[in-house]
């Protein structure tokens, strides 16, 4: 998989975390937390190639041949802390 895009340090990552350990009603999802987001946000990026569905369509919505093509290759859209907003192939 090649992911276009990537840092070596975003600046996402020098925001701290702000839960508490040990207690979940004070950790993320529960509480807000940047860095638990942004983390979560970047363990969805994947790391190896995937197989995606890629059907022939005609003009009226019919497939017409169905076919898979694998994604080697795709690129992350930060946000403004250089978060991982999206990823498009
Ligand atoms: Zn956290």
Not at 30 to 46: G, H, M, Q
Not at 47 to 69: A, L
């Amino acid at each position: 998989m090649k992911i276009n895009g990537l840092k070596k340090r975003a600046l996402w990552e020098s925001i701290p975390c702000c839960c508490t350990k040990g207690d979940i009603t004070k950790s993320y999802p529960l509480i807000k937390c940047d860095s638990c987001k942004f983390t979560e946000c970047w363990k969805s990026v994947p790391q190896k190639d995937f197989i995606v569905n890629d059907d022939i369509i005609d003009k009226t919505g019919k497939v017409t041949k169905k076919q898979t093509k694998t994604v080697k290759e795709i690129t992350l859209v930060r946000g403004s802390f250089e978060d991982v907003v999206a990823w498009i192939w």
